[in-house]
């Protein structure tokens, strides 16, 4: 008998013989278990070690993605970032395992830090804790993602108080002023040279098999087509389709049913000056071409 028919049986009661049934990883588990609290007697819910991480890259639509993967009846997700391979690797494993949400057996746990893709010393550090991690990355047109993070950024220190002079600062700095050249050291001109950090991650976990890329202009326009790669690169069954999502016309995403993925996540962009945005795209072109070459796919960013 698969896990799934074991599962039923104690969905309904029958069954009181479920702790010594061998439970397999290959199984599907309906929805609803991720929170019946009677299963608890028939199967172990425990938190467990994450089996997949997703690295980055932040303002990428981090967010959408891992809201989205946790609908999969599958999958469960830690929902702050952990930032344990980065900021919090001195607290150890067992402080990390209890960062994750309780799992059934063979269901996958996934955790989402972004800041891992920029981190030095993350994928060593993931790779010594477990070798056969799944790594899933979502980038997007480094020029949108840089003015993003600008916008975010600038949004923040306002609802602070540090109001004009903090975006002020980040406008000189080159994002968005065309003054100035661009400053490649600027951390969101940074963050978006991707290629500056790819090579730490596909050394250790190889692509197709390990690491995966999402589009994540593509997890805007049509989430199902690119979460349906995703599943299948986890080697979960096909869970997604149009049915999960709703396209919100005032904000211009879609949605889960019930709720949008953040107040915060969706923002409306300046128009570039045009001699900015050309900038930009030259100081990104070679390095958006390198990506392309070591990731194996042309993203088509202009
Ligand atoms: N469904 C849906 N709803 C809202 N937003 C969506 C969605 N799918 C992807 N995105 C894009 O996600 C961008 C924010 O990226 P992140 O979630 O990675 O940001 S963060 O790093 O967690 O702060 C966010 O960037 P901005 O548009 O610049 O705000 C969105 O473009």
Redesign the pocket.
């Given at each position: 008998m698969g896990i799934s028919s074991h599962i039923r049986s104690a969905h309904d009661g029958v069954s009181t013989e479920l702790h010594s049934v061998q439970v397999s990883g290959e199984h599907t588990v309906p929805k609803s278990l991720k929170t019946d609290q009677r299963f608890d007697r028939h199967f172990t819910r425990q938190p467990r070690l994450p089996n997949v991480i997703l690295v980055?890259?932040?303002?990428?639509?981090?967010?959408?993605?891992i809201t989205y993967l946790d609908l999969h009846p599958d999958v469960v997700t830690a929902k702050p970032?952990v930032n344990y391979f980065g900021l919090y690797y001195g607290r150890g494993e067992e402080w990390y395992r209890n960062q994750m949400p309780p799992s059934m057996p063979g269901q996958l746990t996934m955790e989402?830090s972004?800041k891992y893709y920029e981190t030095a010393e993350a994928p060593q550090r993931i790779h010594t804790m477990n070798e056969s991690m799944k790594i899933l990355l979502?980038v997007?047109d480094p020029v949108?993602?840089s003015?993003?993070n600008w916008?975010?950024a600038c949004r923040n220190a306002r609802k602070a108080g540090n109001d004009e002079t903090f975006c002020r600062t980040y406008e000189g700095s080159g994002v968005l002023k065309n003054e100035r050249d661009i400053d490649p050291n600027c951390e969101y001109i940074q963050r978006s040279s991707y290629a500056k950090f790819i090579e730490n991650w596909t050394r250790l976990f190889p692509l197709r098999s390990q690491l995966h890329v999402v589009d994540?202009q593509k997890?805007?326009s049509d989430?199902v087509s690119e979460l349906r790669k995703v599943e299948t690169f986890l080697g979960l069954r096909h869970y997604f389709t149009q049915k999960n999502f709703v396209f919100n016309n005032k904000?211009g995403?879609?949605?889960l049913p019930r709720r949008?993925?953040?107040k915060?996540?969706?923002?409306?962009?300046p128009t570039l000056d045009p001699l900015v945005e050309a900038k930009l795209r030259k100081y990104f072109k070679p390095l958006n071409q390198r990506f392309y070459r070591i990731v194996g796919h042309d993203f088509g960013w202009r």
């Open positions: 980055g890259v932040n303002k990428c639509g981090t967010r959408a993605l970032e989402k972004p979502v997007r949108d993602r003015v993003s916008l975010h994540g997890l805007v989430p904000i995403f879609y949605c949008c993925i953040g915060d996540k969706g923002v409306k962009h």
